[in-house]
Antibody, heavy 115, light 107 residues
Framework: EVQLVESGGGLVQPGSPLKLSCAAS????????LNWIRQAPGKGLEWVAS????????YYPDTVKGRFVVSKDNAKNTGYLQMNNLRSEDTAMYYC????????WGQGVMVTVSS | DIQMTQSPSVLSASVGDRVTLNCKAS??????LNWYQQKLGEAPKLLIY???NLQTGIPSRFSGSGSGTDFTLTISSLQPEDFATYFC?????????FGAGTKLELK
């Protein structure tokens, strides 16, 4: 059974860093893209980051480029989202999702940026 | 960036109805359009990928069509479990972008 489990969320102050993890199981992690998508409370979905199967290429929208870094450790079947210089507008539920089509999603982890 | 516009933002319908949800891209995205369903408090679920490909396990009452800039998701006969929010998503070019969603509610 394919599973993705996010962790690492919480309440942080503006300007702080935070690192999210996405533990994968039930499929060949090293053969799949890994993506992060977020959803602010009561709002729509926003794509945040993608990384290709071997981790050699990463992609971001301008809203997080230069602040967020996506990575994956294929030996540990785990993906990461390092978030730096967090802003109040980064407050959201963060999901990791598999593959080009986001065919499996984790349950999400909440990140709240507030003083 | 490619803007995705969904209409209507809210759709009221009854069980058994046939409904069509629309998604318009601000430029040509070829066939690279996906549809997701999200229920309250849950993660989104992939329904359709690349315009008209039904994801494994999704009921055949869901179908997608379109090309270029105009796309539709059709539910042929609404079931109680289909009342949810639906998002379209383009992955033709970076940055990938979602539509704002259509909330399908019970009339």
């Amino acid at each position: 059974e394919v599973q993705l489990v996010e962790s690492g969320g919480g309440l942080v102050q503006p300007g702080s860093p935070l690192k999210l993890s996405c533990a994968a199981s039930g499929f060949t992690f090293s053969s799949n893209w890994l993506n992060w998508i977020r959803q602010a409370p009561g709002k729509g979905l926003e794509w945040v980051a993608s990384i290709n199967p071997d981790g050699s290429s990463t992609y971001y929208p301008d809203t997080v480029k230069g602040r967020f870094v996506v990575s994956k450790d294929n030996a540990k079947n785990t993906g990461y989202l390092q978030m730096n210089n967090l802003r109040s507008e980064d407050t959201a539920m963060y999901y990791c999702a598999r593959g080009h089509h986001f065919d499996y999603w984790g349950q999400g982890v909440m990140v709240t940026v507030s003083s | 960036d490619i803007q995705m516009t969904q209409s209507p933002s809210v759709l009221s319908a009854s069980v058994g109805d046939r409904v069509t949800l629309n998604c318009k891209a601000s430029q040509n995205i070829n066939k690279y359009l996906n549809w997701y369903q999200q229920k309250l408090g849950e993660a989104p679920k992939l329904l359709i990928y690349n315009t008209n490909n039904l994801q494994t396990g999704i009921p055949s009452r869901f179908s997608g069509s379109g090309s270029g800039t105009d796309f539709t998701l059709t539910i042929s006969s609404l079931q109680p479990e289909d009342f949810a929010t639906y998002f379209c998503f383009q992955h033709n070019s970076w940055p990938d972008t979602f539509g704002a969603g259509t909330k399908l509610e019970l009339k």
